[in-house]
């Protein structure tokens, strides 16, 4: 079973910075694209950040400039460097990755448990 575990999440003060890290596992053939979404309470879910296989990004408006997404391919592990956080970035964050699995012949999405980012005023 794959699953995707994050980690770095917890409270900081606005203007400060957190790493968020992601690992995935399991019996992985290869990982497409990696991203990271994040929901605040009340609020649907959003992309904050995607990376693809070939390193190529996108970046939600309200976090460019800020925020930094990268991923070491060889340890299926994606990285979310957060920068000048404000108190709106507060949220659950949740790591996502389509997977090719060497069992299911498809890609199919996986997401993490979440890991809850604070920032306070």
């Known amino acids: 079973q794959e699953q995707l575990v994050e980690s770095g999440g917890g409270l900081v003060q606005a203007g400060g910075s957190l790493r968020l890290s992601c690992a995935a596992s399991g019996s992985i053939f290869t990982i497409s694209s990696m991203g990271w979404y994040r929901q605040a309470q009340g609020k649907q879910r959003e992309l904050v950040a995607v990376i693809t296989s070939g390193g190529g990004t996108n970046y939600a408006d309200s976090v460019k400039g800020r925020f930094t997404i990268s991923r070491v391919n060889a340890n299926n592990t994606v990285y979310l460097q957060m920068s000048s956080l404000k108190p709106e970035d507060t949220a659950v964050y949740y790591c996502?990755?389509?997977?090719?699995?060497?069992?299911?012949?498809?890609?199919?999405?996986?997401w993490g448990q979440g890991t809850l980012v604070t920032v306070s005023s």
């Open positions: 996502n990755a389509w997977v090719l699995s060497t069992s299911k012949y498809t890609f199919l999405e996986v």
